[in-house]
């Protein structure tokens, strides 16, 4: 097993349950020989399940310590080269850098699968969707209410959804209980897959222009998305109204109400003019 170093550590509950281990496993779809990307290891009780799906993994685990025990539980594996650890924080750049070497991931296709620190989701939703080469699927164990929120499940929007559906298919796998970790969290989490992983959604979008106008509409929750747009962008309300009548968007929705699809094409319209 080869692996880089850094410092810092994370603090993390560790997933205990053999029921939500295999639904994560299962979400993800993995086929012998495949590569995944593990985030936060920890102790390896994930990083196991997916060796015995039959990934090759590579893992990320900022805690030196832990890349220790890591070490001494699967230094009788069968392959040694199905494990690579990365001692360092996904969230510095030189650990992005590395984790692209030919040696680690390279070019070829992976997939992401982590049992991720809260704090930091919404981080990796957009370093591993925007930012770096994107994987072909996700799957994420995530506080309940953020999986709840990336889904939509109570049939509204929000950036965050907004900035996931752009890129994929979200999907809300299963409800893991507190109980299931060690030490036992104050909330619920839940399982989360993303598939379709593309750029493509975007068309001519920029990441930056889809997000201004999403950010825009979003600006004042409570008020109609056409007011919060005149207000804040270089655009007169009546152009405005035009677009929204081209594409059939009332003009008394808020942001919240709006899907995807009328998302990518009201920034598309609205770059054009502006």
Same mark, same amino acid.
């Given at each position: 097993?080869?692996? !880089?170093?850094?410092?810092?550590?994370?603090?993390?509950?560790?997933?205990?349950?053999?029921?939500? *281990?295999?639904?994560?496993?299962?979400?993800?779809?993995?086929?012998?020989?495949?590569?995944?990307?593990?985030? @936060?290891?920890?102790?390896?009780?994930?990083?196991?399940?997916?060796?015995?799906?039959?990934?090759?993994?590579?893992?990320?685990?900022?805690?030196?310590?832990?890349?220790? @025990? %890591?070490?001494?539980?699967? #230094?009788?594996?069968?392959?040694?080269?199905?494990?690579?650890?990365?001692?360092?924080?996904? $969230?510095?750049?030189?650990?992005?850098?590395?984790?692209?070497?030919?040696?680690? %991931?390279?070019?070829?296709?992976?997939? *992401?699968?982590?049992?991720?620190?809260?704090?930091?989701?919404? #981080?990796?939703?957009? *370093?591993?969707?925007?930012?770096?080469?994107?994987?072909?699927?996700?799957?994420?164990?995530?506080?309940?209410?953020?999986?709840?929120?990336?889904?939509?499940?109570?049939?509204?929007?929000? #950036?965050?959804?907004?900035?996931?559906?752009?890129?994929?298919?979200?999907?809300?796998?299963?409800?893991?209980?507190?109980?299931?970790?060690?030490?036992?969290?104050?909330?619920?989490?839940?399982?989360?897959?993303?598939?379709? !992983?593309?750029?493509?959604?975007?068309?001519?979008?920029?990441?930056?222009?889809?997000?201004?106008?999403?950010?825009? @509409?979003?600006?004042?929750? $409570?008020?109609?998305? &056409?007011?919060? &747009?005149?207000?804040?962008?270089?655009?007169?309300?009546?152009?405005?109204?035009?677009?929204?009548?081209? &594409?059939?968007?009332?003009?008394?929705?808020?942001?919240?109400?709006?899907?995807?699809?009328?998302?990518?094409? *009201?920034?598309?319209?609205?770059?054009?003019?502006?």
């Amino acid at each position: 097993m080869q692996h !880089i170093s850094a410092k810092k550590s994370l603090g993390q509950h560790f997933l205990r349950s053999k029921e939500a *281990l295999r639904k994560i496993v299962g979400a993800a779809n993995i086929l012998d020989g495949e590569i995944v990307l593990e985030i @936060g290891p920890g102790e390896g009780v994930l990083t196991e399940a997916l060796l015995s799906a039959g990934a090759r993994v590579v893992a990320v685990e900022v805690d030196k310590r832990r890349i220790e @025990g %890591l070490g001494k539980r699967f #230094i009788n594996a069968p392959d040694e080269k199905k494990l690579l650890l990365i001692n360092g924080d996904i $969230r510095n750049k030189k650990v992005q850098q590395a984790l692209f070497r030919k040696k680690f %991931l390279g070019t070829s296709p992976y997939k *992401l699968v982590a049992n991720i620190p809260y704090y930091i989701t919404g #981080i990796l939703f957009r *370093l591993f969707l925007e930012k770096l080469r994107q994987p072909g699927t996700l799957v994420f164990l995530v506080q309940k209410e953020v999986a709840e929120q990336v889904v939509a499940r109570n049939g509204k929007e929000s #950036i965050l959804s907004l900035a996931v559906k752009v890129f994929g298919t979200p999907t809300y796998v299963a409800k893991v209980k507190r109980e299931a970790f060690s030490p036992a969290p104050k909330v619920d989490s839940a399982i989360i897959a993303v598939t379709d !992983i593309s750029r493509a959604r975007l068309g001519t979008l920029t990441p930056e222009e889809y997000f201004r106008i999403v950010k825009t @509409g979003f600006s004042s929750k $409570r008020k109609m998305l &056409l007011g919060n &747009l005149a207000r804040n962008l270089n655009v007169p309300k009546e152009k405005l109204l035009q677009i929204f009548q081209q &594409l059939g968007i009332n003009e008394q929705i808020r942001a919240e109400d709006v899907p995807i699809e009328k998302w990518l094409t *009201l920034a598309q319209k609205i770059k054009i003019i502006n």
